[in-house]
Structure formats: C-alpha cells, structure tokens
C-alpha cells in the first residue's frame, strides 16, 4: 500500500510539472507563430509523443522497479499533464467554428499521424540494443 501512495504521488508531482510546462510552451510557441493554427498544442503533443515513445522503450530495458517509477514520473505524470488529448479537440472544435474547417481537419491529421509516427520513432530508438544493430 505504501508503494502505491508513493507512485501515486510521483504521478501527480509529474503532472503538475507537465501541466505547467505545457501551458507555458504553449504560450511561448503561440507568442512567436501567432496565426490561427493551434501549433502551439501541436508542437507540444509532437514533442510528448516522441519523448514517451523514447521512455517507455528505454523503460522496456530497465529492471521492473526502477522503470515503474520512471514510468509513472515522467510518463503517466509529466508527460501526461504536458500532452493534451482535450486541448486539442477543443482546438480542433475552435477552428471548426471559427470558420476554419480547413484547418479543422489539418489539426486532427497532423495530430494523429505526427504524434503515432513519433511516438513509434522514440520507442524504435530507445528500445534497440546495441548486439540488434
């Protein structure tokens, strides 16, 4: 029961870092592109995407107790409250009221297509040994 209070507190000081972390770079990223598109999310979820991709394949090399507590800081914590599934539907339904069903559509393939590919491409290069190469 401890070790699950205590996972349970590392997922939530990941997530609280994560959080911040992603309404800052959004802001950032916003503040420098401007426009309509909501690149900031974008960027943020391309970058989570890759990043998780790249622990949980150096996770799937670990010893089960140390990747366990990797994965819930910084996967299910950090990089949970920094990527955001609900932000970009809420951009994505933004655009599509604003007049902008074009890019609507864009944000919806972009987020799904670039986020999958990089999440695959981290686990690919963080999961490889050297003796598979």
């Not at 590392?10 to 994560?18: C, D, Q, R």
């Not at 802001?27 to 990043?51: K, Q, T, Y």
């Amino acid at each position: 029961m401890k070790e699950k209070a205590l996972l349970s507190l590392a997922v939530l000081a990941g997530g609280a870092l994560g959080a911040v972390c992603r309404v800052e770079g959004n802001g950032a990223i916003m503040a420098a592109m401007g426009g309509h598109f909501p690149l900031g999310i974008l960027c943020i979820n391309m970058v989570g995407a890759f990043a998780m991709g790249l622990l949980m394949g150096f996770v799937s090399r670990m010893t089960e107790n140390c990747g366990k507590w990797m994965s819930a800081f910084l996967g299910t914590g950090f990089l949970g409250g920094f990527t955001t599934f609900s932000s970009f539907a809420l951009d994505t339904v933004d655009l599509y009221s604003q007049g902008h069903p074009f890019f609507s559509l864009l944000n919806i393939v972009l987020n799904t297509l670039l986020c999958v590919l990089l999440a695959g491409l981290g686990w690919n290069l963080a999961s490889s040994r050297e003796e598979d190469a």
